[in-house]
Structure formats: structure tokens, C-alpha cells
């Protein structure tokens, strides 16, 4: 629809006002952002509880702070009688639900990972090229330490709000096979449930000692620091990587989009971009940005490109097509002529490796 401050057609319904005026006058937008957190994440916090005196929640970044009987933003903690409870996210039990997924996967790192490609072999990777005859064990984690208006993932939570499947790490540990080559963990977002997914994480390896097996993560990096450490150990010692899906870079527009701020996310990319030094082959830390149409523009991918490019120009950053979903489904597919501005955008900004991914989606 037509955005009520410029006039342009590039606005979604619910928000009424198109990206770039959102980041030249956030308060305009405020009453309709707030409106449509509060409607897309019912019967959850449409923001993270901050109520002064309240128990802090320290498992992401979020840091709810909870008065008796509230819930946190992701649904899996809880006030009660002045104790702070772990529904779910703990290293005993977590909400998750996985399958093998025959390799290559459609996954935004294949290009440069030893699943889809000749990087890492022989030490990281059972065959040079793709590892065609091995899999992945996707692991999809219900909960999120944000709330994307156009989330592709929308099953996350239904499952936070459930509680279901709730399961041990043991169990996740236990669909370890023979022919499995990697774990990625998704969702939802592993933030919420980060303790769970290293335990189950660390099982796995174990169980699979004498052989490759990585471990991944794709994130919206919004991991609380004093966990992110051994999120990186893991990744970095099984040829893993951890892929940071940057929404956007201006904070106003981050904060429309996703309900929360990015600065713990961008704070946590330029730490783990310092370690990924440590490992250049196969790549550790990878980069990708959904193309949201009338919001997610050649300026904001080419600020997202700039800031990697100053930690490292090496490091790989997918452009992600976007298909109308959730509570932005009014808006269009991402244009080809949009994708190959925004790739343009970020090689210009400095980056040395960008692809464009989902291309059939592209109109």
C-alpha cells in the first residue's frame, strides 16, 4: 500500500509507512509497530518484559526482566513465586524437532561450507565436493529472541506456546547416523535454547568421536555473550559454522521489523568474526540478509556489507530473495533487478564473496 508519509507504494498494510520514512521518523510508525508485535505475538510478551524489580532472565540477549507470574518474550521462562522457571532451553529438556535432510540442503552457507562444496576436505569433509550419500540432522527449535513481521519459520512458535514436542538432549543426540555429516540447528532461533542445543550438540559429537561431524547454527544473533564463546568453540572444533542472519543494519528499522534491537547482534558478529581468523577453511562465520521489499534496500544492504567488510572482506554474505509471509504477506516477491542492485550494493561496500539465494523466487 501507499506509505502515509511519502506517498510511495512500498509500505506493508499493518505498518502504513515504507522503510525509509520508518528511519527518518520512527515515532510515526510507533503506534502501528507496537500494534502488530503486540498481534503477531499473542498470547506471548509483544516486547521484552523490563519490569523494574522483576527476575532477570540471562539465557539471549533479550535479558527479560520478569514480574511474578510473567512469561519471558520467547514463552520458555517464567516468573513464579520470585523464582526464575525454565520451561524448556535448559540442558534437560528443550522444544525441538529434527529430520535428516539429504545433502546438499538449502541452506544459505552450502556455497562455501564442505557439505556443498570442496572447503574443509579432507579434515572437515568426507568428500571432495559435494557430500552427495550424507546428511544433515536439522534441528527446528521452537522459540525466538525476536519476532520477525515477515518470519518464514512461523511453526516456532505454536511450538514455544505448546511446549511440544519437549524433548531431551539425549534424544536428539540418539538420531546421530552413520551417514550423518552435520547438525544445524534453526527455528524459531537457537538463542532462546542455547544450553539445550550444546548439551544435545556435544552428545552428538561424542557419540560420533573418530569421525566428521559439525556442528552449524543459524542465528539471529541475539545469543547472549557469556554463552556465544562455547557456541563458537563447537562450531570451530567440528568444522561447523555459524550463520548470523542480519535483518538490517539501522537500529530504528531493526527494531520495527524484528521488535528487538540488533546492537547485540552486530556486538557478537565482530567477536566471532575475530575468531573466524583462526579458521579460514571451511569459512566459521557467514553472513546472510533477507531482501525484504520496501524495507530491506540497496542502502541497508550495502550499510550491513560495509560493517562485515570492515571485520573481514573474506567473509561469505548471502542476499536472500523474500517471499510474502506472516504479517507482511501483502508485500511482493523480491524483483531480480532489486537482488542484483542489492549484490552490486554490497561487492561495492567491499565484500569479496556475495550470493544471491532462493533465486527461483525471484520475479
Known sequence: MECKICGADKAAKLLRICGACLKKQPEDARAAVEAAHRRSRRPLPGTPPKTPGGIVCQVCANNCRLAPDEASFCGLRVNREGRLRHLAGTARRGVASWYHDPLPTNCVADWVCPAGSSSGYPRYSYRPGVEHGYYNLAVFLGGCSFDCLFCQNRQYHEMAVSLEPLVKPEELAAAIRKDTACICY????????????????????????GR??????????????????????????????????????????????????????????????????????????IASTLL?????????????????????????????????????????????ADAEACRQAALDAGLKRVRLGNIHLLR
Not at 225 to 247: I, Q
Not at 300 to 317: H, N, S, T
Open 186 to 209: 534453526f527455528g524459531g532461533d537457537p538463542s532462546p535454547q542455547v544450553p539445550f542445543a550444546l548439551k544435545a550438540a556435544r552428545l552428538a559429537v561424542e557419540r560420533a568421536r
Open 292 to 336: 525484504v521489499p520496501g524495507y530491506v534496500d540497496t542502502e541497508e544492504v550495502a550499510a550491513v556489507a560495509k560493517f562485515i567488510a570492515g571485520l573481514d572482506p573474506q567473509i561469505p554474505y548471502s542476499l536472500l530473495a523474500f517471499y510474502p509471509q506472516h504479517l507482511m504477506h501483502d508485500l511482493p516477491c523480491t524483483s531480480r
Open 212 to 285: 566428521v561431524l559439525r556442528v552449524c547454527w543459524e542465528t539471529n544473533g541475539n545469543i547472549n555473550p557469556r554463552l556465544l564463546g562455547a557456541v563458537a568453540e563447537l562450531s570451530l572444533a567440528s568444522g561447523g559454522c555459524v550463520k548470523f542472519d542480519l535483518k538490517c543494519y539501522n537500529d530504528d528499522l531493526h527494531r520495527a521489523l524484528t521488535g528487538v534491537s540488533n546492537r547485540q547482534t552486530l556486538a557478537n558478529f565482530s567477536f566471532l568474526a575475530e575468531l573466524a581468523l583462526k579458521r579460514p577453511d571451511p569459512p566459521f562465520l
